[in-house]
């Protein structure tokens, strides 16, 4: 080994300790997020200063990956979640839809945890015939007010459809059921949960192609001191094995199944 090569080999060893703290720093991430979101993030209706739900399994198990504790913990409505996180207080949201606001206090996870996929759903016997938005045009639907979609779809909505607001997704299809409504728009699972809690899941049809698709990212706080480029790194490394892997899907499964017993328990039922 010549002179050259032992200097580097010494200059290689004298920035090992910084690296191996700067990527072992972060040792516990505190998170939250939306308190009524099932099947992605709800509270848990068992220990209500906690959260539950498919993001919060998939955060815990890409972070045990990366030897960091997870909490996840309730902060209030979506709203107090979301301050929580932007001033800091709080290390990271769970479910953050992607806003131009949102990027002045937090530092987006790509790609999304998960993708929210909104669906058309209409009785078996309506003559609504649905291929693209477009086929909406002039119909009466409803949405639950609660729903999260993008900005772009909302500013669609906004000038070319006719939605009444729900207070959750059960009254908005009861209005589909009475037939005054034409169409619900609701996600792909809490629509299917809600419609089986119902009982009248073999009464609607849930149209495949989604009209919106508003992805749910983990977003860090700017002020997060375990927000560094390592962690960061890691993180949409995990963000892109989570669904080749299958633990998406399992995860999302499992938390529906979840959902849907709660339902099935008034006295505990989050609505949505």
Not at 40 to 66: E, F, K, M, S
Not at 142 to 152: C, F, G, I, Q
Not at 205 to 222: E, K, M, Y
Not at 231 to 255: H, I
Request: aromatic fraction near 6%; include cysteine; proline fraction near 6%.
């Amino acid at each position: 080994m010549d002179v050259r090569q032992i200097s580097s080999l010494l200059v290689g060893l004298m920035f090992l300790p910084m690296l191996s703290a700067a990527a072992g720093k972060c040792e516990r991430l505190i998170v939250t997020g939306s308190p009524d979101a099932p099947p992605y993030v709800w509270r848990d209706p068992d220990d209500p200063t906690h959260l539950i739900g498919a993001n919060v399994d998939l955060l815990h198990a890409a972070a045990q990956d990366l030897g960091i504790k997870v909490q996840a913990l309730y902060a209030g409505k979506r709203s107090d979640a979301q301050e929580q996180v932007r001033t800091g207080r709080m290390d990271v949201l769970l479910d953050a839809p992607l806003t131009l606001a949102g990027l002045s206090s937090l530092d987006y996870i790509h790609p999304p945890l998960v993708r929210n996929d909104y669906l058309v759903w209409t009785r078996k016997d309506s003559a609504l015939v649905y291929e693209t938005p477009a086929d909406l045009h002039g119909r009466s639907g409803a949405v639950s007010e609660k729903a999260r979609m993008t900005d772009a779809f909302e500013t669609f909505a906004q000038h070319q459809l006719t939605l009444q607001r729900q207070p959750n997704l059960t009254q908005a299809f009861h209005k589909l059921l009475l037939g005054e409504v034409e169409y619900v728009l609701a996600g792909r699972y809490t629509g299917m949960a809600t419609t089986q809690t119902l009982g009248v899941a073999d009464d609607v049809l849930a149209h495949s192609q989604p009209i919106d698709q508003p992805g749910l990212f983990l977003a860090i706080s700017h002020d997060s001191a375990c927000n560094e480029p390592w962690l960061r790194g890691q993180l949409a490394k995990k963000m892109t094995e989570l669904p080749a892997s299958g633990l998406t899907e399992a995860a999302l499964q499992r938390n529906l199944d979840r959902w849907k017993a709660q339902l099935q328990q008034p006295a505990k039922a989050p609505k949505q």
